[in-house]
């Protein structure tokens, strides 16, 4: 057998869908039984299963029993056939139906635009469940928008930046890259799908992974030998932090193991490629001063440029969404830099030394997050309300559904590239003026 021959073996046996149910039976995920031909078995046995005293005896919502609200809602059968639909089939809710409890995992990361929420399924280990939903977490705008304020805000601005352009070239090779390859999600059945939020994507490579790679490895890097810390914190954070976000996305069912070492792999690529370019690019982000022309018409063009790779899913918003962000930061970056609003310290103060943390400091830092996160949220709403309808009416297309309108890369794109684009032009402008007007900069 040839060595490409041996390679195509092995990569079919990482990408087999058995291992992925497998792993998630390990870590106590389970699809609930076989739904049979009489309902009223399926009710009982749900019944025994929630340990539930009232249906063990009798049916819910059979003739002379009291019907639940909602108690059929969410809940969609097997495919016939046991076989992988396209991108964006429709799953059940997310539920446990463990022995001693009735309680609900709960419907994870609902997809607002397809409607797609998670499978019906019992979760046995809370702790694992729990422990992956926030690895999960690690790679979805929520922490996004979070973790980069935080960084420029209260951090350290140059190392935040720097983070946002590795962040963003690394995204976007990936969305581009899935929408090349188009290999879909791991089969349902036999994996639980937990998560659907980005099941209308595909899956090769996946981008939690690289994300949750590149991020860790960038903050080592970016920050040894420019602040005082012992190595070894960096060398425990990279593998705690790529291992959980890598794991989570097989615990829920949205990667195959194939998937998620590709995703590794490629990001360690990107970053031995790009990263020596990374302070070249950020200086001239601060300095040059056509910067923001070109960083506007480059991000715009490579948003216009993805949106042709494939049909639409919610990887375009996603996207639109990345290129967004990093010419608003990177734009207001540039402002910031010509105003004398955030100045870097020089070279000669290197290696930083952490100031003492005192009640002053940690109050300074908690107030500057919270005021700035409300400034964002302001804009974000606002620019969402008037860039999705504005973008309607220029192309003529009905308002009335958001969902379906989104859908068209005419109001998608311009509605997220806009609306991120300000709520990273606010990160690194617009809060910080804010900061030096109240003094608390």
């Not at 049916?59 to 059929?72: E, N």
């Not at 929520?142 to 946002?164: A, C, E, K, Q, T």
């Not at 089969?187 to 790679?213: D, I, Q, R």
């Amino acid at each position: 057998m040839s060595l490409r021959q041996r390679l195509a073996q092995l990569a079919g046996r990482l990408q087999d869908p058995q291992k992925v149910a497998r792993f998630q039976r390990l870590c106590g995920v389970e699809a609930p039984p076989q739904r049979s031909a009489d309902p009223r078995e399926d009710e009982k046995a749900e019944g025994l299963l929630a340990g539930d005293p009232r249906l063990r005896g009798r049916q819910r919502g059979a003739p002379g029993g009291p019907q639940p609200p909602g108690s059929d809602r969410n809940q969609c059968p097997a495919k016939p056939d046991g076989g992988c639909a396209p991108n964006g089939v429709r799953n059940g809710l997310a539920a446990e139906l463990g022995p001693a409890s009735s309680r609900r995992a709960g419907a994870l990361r609902r997809n607002s635009l397809t409607g797609e929420e998670g499978q019906l399924a019992r979760v046995s280990n809370w702790p694992l469940y729990y422990l992956f939903c926030f690895g999960a977490e690690l790679g979805n705008e929520l922490f996004y928008i979070l973790f980069f304020p935080f960084w420029i805000w209260n951090l350290d601005p140059l190392v935040g930046r720097r983070l946002v352009v590795i962040w963003v070239l690394v995204m976007y090779l990936g969305q581009c890259t899935k929408d090349i390859i188009r290999w879909p999600r791991p089969a349902s059945p036999p994996v639980v799908k937990l998560e659907v939020f980005y099941n209308s994507e595909y899956s090769m490579p996946s981008t939690h992974a690289m994300s949750g790679t590149a991020i860790p490895i960038s903050m080592v890097l970016l920050t040894y030998g420019r602040w005082q810390y012992p190595l070894i914190y960096g060398l425990i954070l990279i593998p705690c932090w790529c291992s959980l976000v890598c794991l989570s996305r097989i615990y829920m069912g949205m990667h195959s193991i194939l998937d998620i070492i590709a995703g590794f792999l490629y990001t360690i690529l990107i970053l031995a490629v790009f990263y020596p370019f990374v302070d070249l690019i950020d200086n001239f982000n601060q300095t040059h001063k056509y910067a923001p022309l070109i960083i506007i018409g480059l991000h715009l063009a490579l948003g216009i440029f993805s949106f042709t790779l494939d049909t639409w899913s919610t990887s375009r918003g996603d996207t639109a969404e990345i290129l967004g962000s990093g010419a608003g930061i990177a734009c207001g970056s540039h402002v910031t830099y010509k105003m004398g609003l955030v100045l870097d310290p020089s070279l000669d103060t290197l290696p930083l030394a952490g100031p003492p943390i005192t009640m002053t400091l940690f109050g300074k830092a908690i107030l500057r997050f919270l005021i700035g996160m409300l400034f964002v949220l302001v804009v974000r709403d606002i620019m969402k309300k008037i860039t999705i309808p504005l973008a309607c009416k220029i192309s003529n297309i009905p308002c009335d559904d958001i969902r379906k309108a989104r859908q068209h890369m005419e109001v998608e794109l311009p509605y997220r590239y806009i609306t991120y684009g300000m709520v990273g032009f606010s990160i690194t402008f617009f809060v910080p003026y804010v900061f030096f007007f109240i003094g608390i900069s």
